[in-house]
């Protein structure tokens, strides 16, 4: 390998971050829907507040039943684009009564829970996904890998400063103005925002995570974000080449890009590609 840092696939420790992440989805399904459950009621807030913490903790230990459950499954799922619509599928309801509370169709306490509750799961979900896609790359790819490379992932940091800033600034606005429905949403788009940064390597808490690389490997290409990971079989991929710049694998509408300039050795990682990829067997040669 060219100076990389050491492989990071993990399975034992992909399978404990999956659990902790199921456990943590199922928790804000129930709580989201404990408390929007017992709002539409017309309780207290106490009263609401109470629910939903018991409903966390309901939804936790059903959690830790499900994390358990066969993972096979769970691998399967996570070589299937399935994985990103299935955890984001509870939200609509509570975006429904979200949106319906913008136009007074419902109460703007029930709206703020079902706000609240739709950006909970959606990040939540959102997060879920990622971490199946992590499990799949560890325990697909496996073993050490033929060639990896130092890859720095694309960023726009000043970009991703100046949305954070401008919609917690909005949510700030919305709470003096005393629109607390639109000061949520704000909020709610900016937190979603920040998290999606760090699963998708936009964003790192200081040197926490794994150094980010391409990972040649016998069945595909992995590549490591610090904190998840992704898998491309070669057998999805219908050629390899580099042009203007670019290191592209032509997938149709999926086609994974690495520029150049964010790779240490792309004409090494390029070979090793086309060598593996044309030794699968399943696609035509490499163009």
């Not at 459950?37 to 629910?51: E, I, K, N, P, Q």
């Not at 401008?166 to 000061?183: D, I, K, S, T």
């Not at 040649?216 to 974000?225: E, I, N």
Request: aromatic share 8%; with cysteine; net charge negative.
């Amino acid at each position: 390998m060219n100076g990389s840092t050491p492989p990071s696939s993990d399975p034992t420790h992909s399978r404990s971050t999956f659990r902790y992440t199921v456990v943590a989805y199922v928790g804000v399904l129930f709580a989201s829907t404990g408390a929007i459950g017992t709002m539409a009621t017309g309780r207290a807030t106490t009263t609401v507040l109470a629910a939903t913490l018991v409903a966390f903790a309901v939804g936790s230990v059903v959690g830790v039943g499900l994390s358990r459950i066969d993972l096979d499954v769970v691998d399967r799922l996570g070589g299937s684009r399935l994985r990103w619509v299935v955890p984001i599928l509870p939200v609509v309801p509570f975006a429904v009564v979200g949106v319906a509370a913008i136009f007074g169709s419902t109460g703007e306490r029930v709206g703020i829970v079902a706000v609240v509750a739709a950006f909970s799961i959606a990040i939540s979900g959102h997060v879920l996904a990622w971490s199946i896609g992590s499990r799949y790359a560890d325990v697909t790819a496996g073993g050490e890998p033929i060639l990896a490379c130092r890859w720095e992932p694309p960023q726009s940091p000043k970009l991703d400063v100046l949305l954070l800033a401008l919609w917690w600034l909005g949510a700030v606005v919305n709470v003096v103005a005393g629109e607390w429905l639109f000061a949520i949403t704000w909020a709610g788009v900016g937190a979603g925002w920040f998290v999606s940064g760090l699963v998708e390597g936009r964003f790192r808490l200081g040197s926490t995570g794994r150094s980010p690389e391409v990972r040649v490997h016998d069945d595909g290409l992995v590549r490591q974000w610090p904190y998840t990971r992704s898998f491309v079989p070669w057998s999805d991929v219908d050629h390899v080449r580099l042009r203007e710049g670019e290191l592209v694998l032509d997938r149709g509408l999926f086609d994974v890009r690495l520029e150049s300039d964010d790779l240490e050795t792309p004409e090494k990682l390029l070979t090793a590609i086309e060598r593996q990829h044309s030794s699968d067997g399943t696609r035509p040669a490499a163009a």
